[in-house]
């Protein structure tokens, strides 16, 4: 309890006008008073530190934490600013951010709303390259007197690149546009991946010995790519591509990938283009120096009126009641965004545990299914079907010899009634002319044209005279009575 005030009297005060007063704050009020706070106090910083638990959202967000040895901060890149990035954020990458302190509602969570975002200091790959810039300058190939100058008429150029890529499409239509005589020999090459320096290298010795036996077919060599991290350009890093340009006899242009990246193969060709695009327009006169004056100079204001459009934004915060209200909504909206990144990794990682479960459930299945392997009675299924068949065809055999058994017995007794096996033993028959078979002497006359059929053949005769079976007869007795042969 609270003591009284011992002045309170002199004061001509009550005990309770001295008691003071309690606030209790709703959890949602307080925190949002602090992040108005916050946010008014620390509206534009920068700060730097190491990437960790990089995670791009769906949606487009950027979510990151930005740690030293001592302390760490979640960031948050909102998809709009993340898509005005030169490189591609990491885990363990270096980096100097700029934005806003804010706190996030929902967590009760300090964060840093950043608005831009560039790398500091060099990671592994970017050591390697360095040192091998180093090693490759001490050589002496990086020399401006090895040097050799762009022909100032080229007849054919040869370009080395992704025949699929939009860089071979730019770079056409430029010297289509520019100079419609000018020839292009595409030698296409894997410009990623492990094989990609040994391709490049092939090329470029077989566009120089090419150029060997018909110097007129290529003058002047253009290396290609599009933009991309530095693992994506790691081939043009190569030092086997390096001294395969230092040892062109062909001059060689360097066209990869934006303005702002630099390769080992820059430094060792005979000419570094910003892009493939600027390479077309070098190679076809174009004034580059000016193209390169207002490239810079569009740079410079361009991050002039950004830098005026972000003081001018941050006065109007601090002063005009309109622009924080629209402020409040824009955190809203950012914060609504959030919570809705936060929703979606959630429902992201219950469907991975969902699909680890049924992956576990295919397993076990896959395992029942085995120690039931039906192989085994395909085996035994099989093996009846085999004495099936056998069966079957020693049925077939048996019918088939019953039936030709049954066959010769009939042929046997088709042959024994058959007209030709009468003919076999001695007989003959006799024909007309018509085909009537002759039974009786008395269906012939004279002059009648007969046919003789025989077992083995026939003949035809004719009739001289007929008599019948009854007179012939008499006449053989006589005959013999009186001694003469009968006929």
């Known amino acids: 309890m609270t003591p009284p005030d011992p002045f309170a009297p002199q004061l001509g005060l009550t ?18 008073q602090v992040r108005e706070l916050v946010e ?15 995670r791009p959202a769906p949606s487009g967000h950027l979510y990151f934490t930005l740690k030293d040895s001592d302390a760490q901060l979640p960031i948050v890149l909102f ?44 990671g592994s790959l970017q050591l390697a390259f360095e040192q091998l810039k180093e090693r490759l300058k001490a050589e002496g190939l990086f020399d401006a007197a090895r040097k050799r100058p762009l022909p100032a008429f080229p007849r054919t150029v040869g370009i080395v690149t992704s025949p699929t890529g939009a860089v071979i499409r730019d770079f056409l239509n430029i010297v289509a546009r520019r100079h419609s005589g000018l020839s292009v020999l595409l030698f296409p090459v894997s410009v990623q991946g492990d094989s990609a320096p040994a391709e490049i290298e092939s090329a470029l010795a077989q566009l120089n010995a090419a150029s060997l036996a018909d110097s007129s077919l290529v ?52 000419l570094r283009a910003p892009t493939p695009s ?19 100079q569009f740079n410079r204001l361009a991050r002039a009126a950004r830098f005026q459009l972000l003081g001018a934004r941050q006065r109007l915060t601090r002063s005009a009641a309109a622009d924080r209200a629209e402020s409040r909504v824009s955190m809203l909206l950012h914060r609504l ?10 429902l992201e990682a219950a469907l991975a545990s969902q699909l680890r479960y049924h992956q576990r459930s295919v397993a076990d299945l896959t395992a029942a ?9 395909l085996a035994q299924a099989r093996e009846r079907l085999a004495a099936c068949r056998a069966r079957l065809e020693r049925s077939l055999e048996r019918l088939l010899h019953a039936s030709a058994s049954t066959l010769s017995s009939l042929d046997a007794r088709l042959h024994s009634l058959s007209p030709l096996a009468v003919l076999d033993r001695g007989y003959a028959l006799v024909l007309t002319a018509e085909g009537t078979v002759i039974r009786s ?47």
Do not use: C
């Open 278 to 296: 600027a390479a077309a327009e070098l190679i076809t006169e174009a004034q580059h120096k000016i193209a390169e004056h207002l490239a810079t």
């Open 441 to 487: 002497t008395a269906q012939l006359a004279p002059g009648d044209q007969l046919t003789t059929r025989l077992a083995d053949g026939a003949f035809t005769s004719r009739v001289e005279s007929t008599q019948s079976a009854a007179a012939n007869s008499g006449q053989n007795k006589r005959k013999r009575k009186q001694g003469m042969p009968a006929e």
């Open 15 to 32: 005990f309770e006008e001295t008691r003071p007063t309690r606030r209790i704050w709703p959890v949602r009020e307080l925190v949002a």
């Open 219 to 270: 003058d002047v060599i253009v290396l290609a790519r599009g933009g991309g991290s530095l693992e994506d350009l790691a081939a043009f890093n190569s030092e086997r591509v390096a001294r395969a340009i230092a040892a062109s006899r062909l001059p060689v242009v360097s066209a990869i990938g934006h303005e702002t990246d630099f390769t080992i193969a820059d430094f060792a060709a005979d």
């Open 40 to 54: 008014q106090q620390y509206g534009d910083v920068w700060v730097e530190g190491e990437i960790s638990n990089f």
């Open 369 to 377: 299914v085995l120690r039931h392997d039906p192989r085994q009675r």
């Open 337 to 346: 965004a959030q919570r809705l990144d936060d929703f979606s990794f959630r």
């Open 79 to 122: 998809r709009r600013q993340a898509m005005l990035l030169r490189f591609r954020p990491e885990d363990g990458l270096h980096v100097l951010v700029r934005g806003r302190v804010s706190v996030y509602e929902q967590r009760g969570q300090m964060q840093l709303v950043a608005e831009t975002m560039e790398p500091v200091g060099a």
